[in-house]
């Protein structure tokens, strides 16, 4: 038996967007600028896959004191536990291995400064996984702080992983691990691809605390709660949905592609509404969805239809989707479907946020193609008929981007508007294992080192620094 600790790392603000006056409140209490804390996708999917002679242990650094703040850098504060009440929490666990996720390379020196804390404390082996560990595993192995990165998808390889720090299997013979051998060499094994996610997922080890407690309440893990979560709900927590994994679009921001392959592969129906009585049973009602590419697939269509019936059966289940819909989930065969906003309307939804990202097609990848600002309007005054609430998304400062260009989105978006509740404006920004990263890097717009430089100084999706803007647009409107 080993005692095994998932640790969920910090969020971040920019220092210089605190209110000092308002230091006190929750992070949803504040803008959607700042990052959602949700339950750990990671945590639940990885340790519900553990040999069952293990014994697992959970702590989620914001979720577990999302009040407090404090500066990590001159630019940057740290949101939840302080490094000595994350020391007496692992004191109290006594565990054998430390598992840490790494999914955004805007955060993944938080991932680091807790691996040093343990290192230097504790002296356990750490092994560091998610998104962006496997884009850029030397980032964290070249610090000295972790022992192993892990690749791919954490449910295939986890239990390998264990023996191989035991001792009991070499690392030589585990797919999907990035390690130093003997003589200092990095080694890096190809990651296998999980081709069936019906698994089980521990959702009580992350959902609930010890005493019961739910550590992701609604409000907490909502942007902008007051558009987006039901009016009435008896809901103690949040669940989520992460249904499907790869994407078939490869945007040149995103490396959903790159991380999960083109192909959408997906747990069954039966597994879905599994998971969904799972968190129902421990009072979590409300269920936002992860994943990238929800509704595309006829599985998500048959799920929305099973949440009408429990909601016509007068059970509290409700979703929500902060993520965004590809506005082409609203067109079949190029037309208009009313019957999709009616399985949403149905499902509990009372905001849409719906991804444009530009009428472009050099920057869409053609997700628009057939598609009409005047079928969008048609689509858009039938949403607000059924009551629905619409948040437009778009996206800007694309490379090369000109002014004409972006100010014929902001005219076309002025066409939809009558129909339209919001519309959120996001500035691009560069992620390593993007077409655009690799773009910039290739052309000297920065290096490797001064990207990580920036994102040492706050800047992110979220907080765009003008270095990062590679468009042809000169001074960036305020959107």
């Not at 294992?433 to 490797?448: L, P």
Request: charged fraction near 25%; include cysteine; glycine fraction near 6%.
């Amino acid at each position: 038996m080993t005692r095994i600790l998932f640790i969920q790392p910090h969020k971040t603000v920019l220092t210089s967007d605190l209110d000092r006056g308002e230091s006190d409140k929750f992070l949803a209490e504040r803008t959607d600028k700042f990052a959602r804390v949700v339950p750990s996708l990671s945590a639940m999917t990885v340790l519900g896959a553990l040999d069952k002679q293990h014994e697992s242990y959970f702590i989620d650094a914001t979720a577990d004191n999302p009040q407090n703040i404090y500066p990590i850098n001159s630019y940057i504060s740290a949101i939840g536990l302080s490094d000595s009440e994350l020391c007496d929490k692992i004191s109290e666990i006594r565990p054998e291995i430390v598992l840490l996720t790494s999914m955004f390379s805007s955060e993944y020196f938080c991932v680091n400064n807790i691996s040093q804390l343990v290192k230097r404390k504790f002296y356990l082996p750490v092994v560091v996984g998610g998104h962006h560990a496997e884009l850029k595993p030397t980032w964290h192995i070249n610090e000295g702080c972790v022992d192993l990165v892990g690749l791919g998808e954490g449910e295939l390889n986890i239990n390998q992983i264990i023996r191989g720090i035991e001792g009991s299997m070499n690392l030589s013979e585990i797919r999907g691990v990035v390690y130093r051998d003997a003589s200092g060499g990095l080694r890096i094994n190809p990651k296998g691809i999980l081709d069936n996610l019906d698994r089980v997922w521990d959702i009580k080890k992350v959902v609930l605390r010890d005493r019961g407690e739910h550590r992701y309440l609604p409000d907490l893990v909502t942007r902008n709660p007051k558009l987006y979560l039901p009016e009435r709900t008896t809901s103690k927590g949040v669940g989520v949905l992460y249904a499907s994994r790869g994407c078939p679009y490869g945007c040149e921001y995103c490396n959903a592609t790159h991380r999960d392959g083109k192909s959408i592969r997906h747990m069954s129906l039966d597994r879905m509404i599994k998971i969904s009585e799972e968190f129902i049973e421990i009072g979590s009602s409300i269920f936002h969805n992860e994943s990238d590419t929800f509704g595309i697939h006829p599985i998500d269509r048959e799920y929305l239809r099973w949440v009408g019936e429990q909601r016509r059966n007068n059970r509290d289940i409700s979703l929500v989707n902060t993520n965004s819909f590809f506005a082409k989930f609203f067109f079949s065969d190029r037309r208009f479907s009313p019957e999709r906003v009616d399985l949403l309307k149905d499902a509990g939804f009372r905001t849409l946020t719906v991804s444009v990202e530009s009428f472009n097609p050099k920057f869409n990848r053609g997700k628009l193609k057939g598609i009409s600002t005047e079928m969008l309007n048609e689509c858009f005054a039938y949403i607000k008929q059924k009551g629905l609430n619409i948040d437009l998304y778009m996206m800007y400062l694309f490379p090369e981007q000109t002014d004409d260009e972006l100010k014929r989105d902001i005219e076309l978006v002025g066409t939809l508007s009558p129909n339209l509740t919001t519309t959120t404006w996001r500035s691009l920004t560069y992620f390593p294992g993007t077409t655009y990263y690799d773009w910039a890097i290739r052309n000297g717009k920065f290096t490797e080192e001064s990207y990580r430089q920036m994102i040492h100084e706050g800047n992110s999706f979220y907080h765009l620094d003008k270095r990062f803007n590679f468009s042809r647009i000169s001074d960036p409107p305020r959107l």
